[in-house]
């Protein structure tokens, strides 16, 4: 089992930044893919980026490309989410998620990941 702390959410104005850590327990974090995920009142929860295992691939959603990046460091057992240029519609929370099936991959669909964080709130207002 793998647990997930999600951390540096918080209220932002729109075009500023915020950097999302989620930090994994145990020692085979390089074996899974991660993912980050978020959900707003009333909606679905949604894909936001995914990275494989090793970090050499990386996936992002449309609404997000060009403004946010997701990388891992091993060494830390901990990915992030950089998010530039924020706007309103991306006020929700946050969760981080991992999958240990398919390290090599990046994966989509919110079904397929294994372990979940709490989440943390990202606020986008003036």
């Known amino acids: 089992q793998v647990q997930l702390v999600e951390s540096g959410g918080g209220l932002v104005q729109p075009g500023g930044s915020l950097r999302l850590s989620c930090a994994a327990s145990g020692r085979t974090f390089s074996r899974y893919t991660m993912g980050w995920f978020r959900q707003a009142p009333g909606k679905e929860r949604e894909f936001v980026a995914s990275i494989s295992g090793s970090g050499s691939r990386s996936a992002h959603a449309d609404s997000v490309k060009g403004r946010f990046t997701i990388s891992r460091d091993n060494a830390k057992n901990t990915v992030y989410l950089q998010m530039n240029s924020l706007k309103p519609e991306d006020t929700a929370v946050y969760y981080c998620?991992?999958?240990?099936?398919?390290?090599?991959?990046?994966?989509?669909?919110?079904?397929?990941?294994?372990?979940w964080g709490q989440g943390t709130q990202v606020t986008v207002s003036s």
């Open positions: 998620a991992a999958d240990h099936r398919f390290p090599d991959s990046v994966i989509v669909g919110r079904t397929s990941y294994d372990y």
